[in-house]
């Protein structure tokens, strides 16, 4: 695709919104490095895999995990903006839970990190709240009939992490090599964690 040669590419205009914004006293370039360099080396996916696999190894850390996820997750060291109220839901053979956010993209960034561009897009936070089981299995999860779908809508108020089953034949894994398995993806629940 071409961009007309009127009009400015993106890149250009952001960059001298940017400017514009820095030259106003708007914004301060050194807290928007900041900000960069954290999300880049710090926050992330990653972070949140720890704390599966922690819970899946610890049971004390779980139960303390399922009683006050903010708490639980802010020990291992993982706090700062959007995680200030997380709400962890455990995965069952009973039920399935699925995070959405309705109105934005609200999501617990300290675990997480940035959310996919799927999670921001209108079809998916409107189509999952009234057909998450098509949803999902056009996403490659089908969920079994016989498993209740609970949609939890994430706000600016509480966020929430999903605990994913951990897989069979994990029983000897460390708490490293299961952070390997799990996904991002898993700890929104559009996906399961597999050992494969």
Not at 49 to 66: I, S
Not at 96 to 112: G, M, R
Request: charged share 25%; with cysteine; proline share 9%.
């Amino acid at each position: 695709m071409s961009i007309p040669p009127d009009r400015i590419p993106p890149a250009l205009r952001t960059e001298a919104l940017e400017q514009l914004l820095t030259e106003r006293g708007l914004v301060d370039p050194s807290v928007m490095e900041r900000f960069i360099a954290t999300y880049e080396r710090d926050v992330g996916p990653l972070n949140g895999a720890r704390v599966v696999a922690r819970a899946w190894t610890d049971p004390g850390y779980r139960a303390a995990l399922l009683c006050d996820g903010t708490a639980a997750i802010e020990e291992m060291g993982f706090s700062g903006p959007q995680g200030e109220h997380i709400v962890v839901l455990e995965q069952s053979e009973e039920v399935h839970h699925v995070v959405v956010c309705t109105l934005c993209s609200c999501y617990p960034w300290p675990v997480l990190g940035l959310p996919p561009s799927w999670y921001k897009d209108p079809a998916y936070r409107a189509r999952v709240v009234r057909e998450p089981r098509t949803v999902l299995s056009e996403m490659g999860l089908d969920v079994p009939p016989e498993r209740r779908i609970e949609v939890w809508d994430s706000s600016a108020e509480v966020r929430y992490l999903v605990l994913p089953q951990r897989p069979a034949g994990t029983g000897s894994w460390d708490a490293d090599a299961l952070a390997g398995i799990v996904t991002r993806d898993a700890m929104v629940g559009v996906a399961e964690v597999s050992a494969a």
